[in-house]
T-cell receptor, first 111, second 113 residues
């Protein structure tokens, strides 16, 4: 399976702290995407990193990709209560533009 | 900002009844996806369309599920008959093409009683 696996499954931090989530996957990819999902809502796209990229930034988000280790990390800096959500990594398969999701990391930011 | 539209947002149906979900992708997006997300899990692909053609429906339970995208724009996902285990959120998504960001709708919650 190409499914990504997020770690940890759940993370609880204080507002203002940084949150780091990790993702491991099994097969070669074209790109890896991170999504956020608020409870009961759809998925919101956060960032896409391609297989030839090592790091990408978007606002308070920093994503790294290590294709040799088949792993990625998502760092949220200066977290806010509004960042409370589930975060999923999703990998594609080379030659296919669909996504394989893990079970997500449930982030709780305490005000 | 353009969005993927889905309806209904919530649906409660009795076991063995038929249910249908509708999706209107972002204008100009050739690729459309239906995913199913069971509570506490990540989404899983049911079917992928490229324009009006099915690209991948290997995970679609074809004995009871069907999907169509007749004019290559909006799409309908049907379940007949519904079973208790079909209770989940059904997510529609679209993408401009290959190797691109995939955008999701708000999802349709199905509860089968």
């Amino acid at each position: 399976s190409q499914q990504g696996e997020e770690d940890p499954q759940a993370l609880s931090i204080q507002e203002g702290e940084n949150a780091t989530m990790n993702c491991s996957y099994k097969t070669s990819i074209n790109n890896l995407q991170w999504y956020r999902q608020n409870s009961g809502r759809g998925l919101v796209h956060l960032i896409l990193i391609r297989s030839n990229e090592r790091e990408k930034h978007s606002g308070r988000l920093r994503v790294t990709l290590d294709t040799s280790k088949k792993s990625s990390s998502l760092l949220i800096t200066a977290s806010r209560a509004a960042d409370t959500a589930s975060y999923f990594c999703a990998t594609d398969g080379t030659g296919a533009n669909n996504l394989f999701f893990g079970t997500g990391t449930r982030l709780t930011v305490i005000p | 900002e353009a969005e993927v539209a889905q309806s209904p947002r919530y649906k409660i149906t009795e076991k063995s009844q038929a249910v249908a979900f509708w999706c209107d992708p972002i204008s100009g997006h050739a690729t459309l996806y239906w995913y199913r997300q069971i509570l506490g899990q990540g989404p899983e692909l049911l079917v992928q369309f490229q324009d009006e053609s099915v690209v991948d429906d290997s995970q679609l339970p074809k004995d009871r599920f069907s999907a169509e995208r007749l004019k290559g724009v909006d799409s309908t996902l049907k379940i007949q008959p519904a079973e208790l285990g079909d209770s989940a959120m059904y997510l529609c998504a679209s993408s401009p093409g290959t190797d691109d960001t995939i955008y999701f709708g708000e999802g349709s919650w199905l509860t089968v009683v």
